[in-house]
């Protein structure tokens, strides 16, 4: 929230949102967005109380004072209304040789939108900053983020309800060859995005919750090639609904991701010699096994 010529300094410069079960004749109150809160863009997560998750509900936005033209403005994106019908895993891949939606890009006119954007549609609710291009040397396109000046870069997932033995898996690239130093921060949240942690957290070997474990957590700093990252979620968070979030905060420079996987774990994780695919392993071009830990070039 923002003016050009006047900037918001009284609570009714605020924004309220309402919802009305009668068609608009009555309206209750939700939420109140406080502009001191909002001076960047930012996701607003709001949760829907029992008697506003109807058929035929109404929502509003809506200023109770506004100083005229340019004064105290205020705008919205990426509104997303959503309940229940979760689905079991989560995966999309962007440049996979022989991929199905290679041969479409391939077949379909430039800069068609419907095609350009069909796998984003996929496990992703928001991704802001982000579009299909090749980078990084990859093999065909990938989701390329970043480089959006002093704003946030999310790709925020849907919600998923985990099993005890899932994983996180994906292919990314931070920066590839500039001279950059942002991280990127691949987060969870189990309150439909009201908070956030990381996937992996922190472990030191003086927590005496870490039982004695160290591990980094789980963020992706500025590298000259493609990695492939996998993360336990923890048996916590089994049974309940979760999203997961990649954050570069602020959104200064280009990163990239393929191959995500979120859903049951593979014999040991594919031994890092290949990817994770609804519990069953695809190698690497030099390794096979049904765990990938055979090296053809070792064999040979």
């Not at 809506?62 to 004064?71: F, S």
């Not at 946030?152 to 130093?181: F, G, R, Y």
């Amino acid at each position: 929230m923002f003016g050009c010529l006047g900037v918001p300094h009284v609570r009714d410069h605020g924004v309220l949102l309402d919802f009305s079960i009668n068609g608009g004749v009555t309206w209750m109150p939700l939420a109140e967005m406080f502009f001191e809160h909002y001076r960047k863009p930012g996701f607003v997560n709001i949760l829907l109380p029992a008697t506003a998750q109807v058929v035929g509900v109404r929502l509003r936005w809506w200023q109770p004072k506004h100083d005229g033209a340019e004064r105290a403005d205020w705008a919205l994106d990426n509104i997303f209304v959503s309940g229940s019908g979760l689905p079991t895993k989560a995966t999309v891949t962007f440049s996979q040789p022989g991929n199905l939606l290679d041969q479409l890009l391939s077949d379909a006119p430039a800069g068609n939108p419907d095609i350009d954007m069909m796998p984003v549609l996929g496990p992703w609710m928001f991704w802001d900053g982000c579009h299909l291009e090749a980078f990084c040397s990859s093999p065909g396109p990938v989701l390329l983020c970043g480089q959006q000046g002093n704003h946030d870069v999310m790709l925020t997932s849907h919600d998923v309800i985990p099993n005890t033995d899932w994983i996180v898996q994906l292919k990314i690239v931070v920066a590839c060859l500039a001279d950059e130093d942002d991280p990127v921060h691949l987060q969870l949240s189990t309150d439909y995005g009201e908070s956030w942690e990381y996937v992996q957290r922190q472990c030191l070997s003086t927590d005496p919750t870490c039982s004695g474990k160290t591990a980094l957590p789980s963020a992706f700093f500025p590298t000259e090639s493609w990695r492939r990252a996998t993360f336990i979620i923890p048996p916590s968070f089994a049974g309940r609904p979760i999203r997961v979030r990649l954050l570069q905060s602020p959104g200064t420079t280009h990163w990239a991701i393929d191959d995500f996987y979120m859903g049951p774990a593979c014999g040991t994780l594919c031994s890092d010699h290949g990817d994770c695919w609804n519990g069953y392993c695809i190698c690497d071009a030099t390794y096979t096994g049904d765990n990938c830990s055979d090296s053809s070039t070792t064999m040979n």
